[in-house]
């Protein structure tokens, strides 16, 4: 009976044994079945090997890594457009700013000597000046000072 044990016995480990190695080659067909359904592979953090050929020849462009991070290579470049007109424009924007204060200044200065000039030709004195010079003589000085009007009660 003990040889029969042994049999069963031997039999029963070549049984499990055969399981095991049917469930672990199970497990890893599930496993390569995952990685192809994700595209995933076990090197695929890394981009390889990196030589100045394979940047030259444009290699590198071509790994996972690159062909994953297309969306923010194109968001980056969206961003430095942004940024490139914004300040393009706000340069436009001081320029026309600066040329504007130049003229305000301009016509400030005009605008004073204008008044400055309106202000001489309304004085009493350059009135007179000028209706003598165009003959008009029925406006003369007041020979009496002026005087207050008093109202009465």
Do not use: C, W
């Amino acid at each position: 009976m003990n040889d029969e044990n042994k049999d069963i016995a031997e039999e029963l480990a070549n049984a499990l044994n055969e399981a095991e190695t049917k469930e672990r080659a199970e497990k890893e067909e599930a496993i390569k079945a995952i990685k192809k359904f994700t595209d995933q592979d076990e090197d695929d953090n890394s981009l390889g090997e990196i030589t100045l050929k394979s940047i030259i020849g444009g290699d590198i462009l071509q790994s996972r890594f690159m062909l994953r991070q297309v969306v923010f290579f194109m968001f980056l470049v969206l961003l430095a457009i942004i940024y490139t007109g914004n300040r393009y424009a706000s340069q436009q924007d001081t320029l026309l700013i600066d040329s504007l204060k130049v003229v305000l200044q301009e016509e400030r200065y005009r605008v004073l000597t204008m008044e400055s000039e309106l202000l001489n030709a309304s004085r009493q004195s350059e009135i007179v000046k000028e209706l003598k010079a165009n003959g008009d003589s029925t406006l003369l000085h007041s020979t009496t000072p002026p005087f207050a009007i008093s109202k009465k009660d």
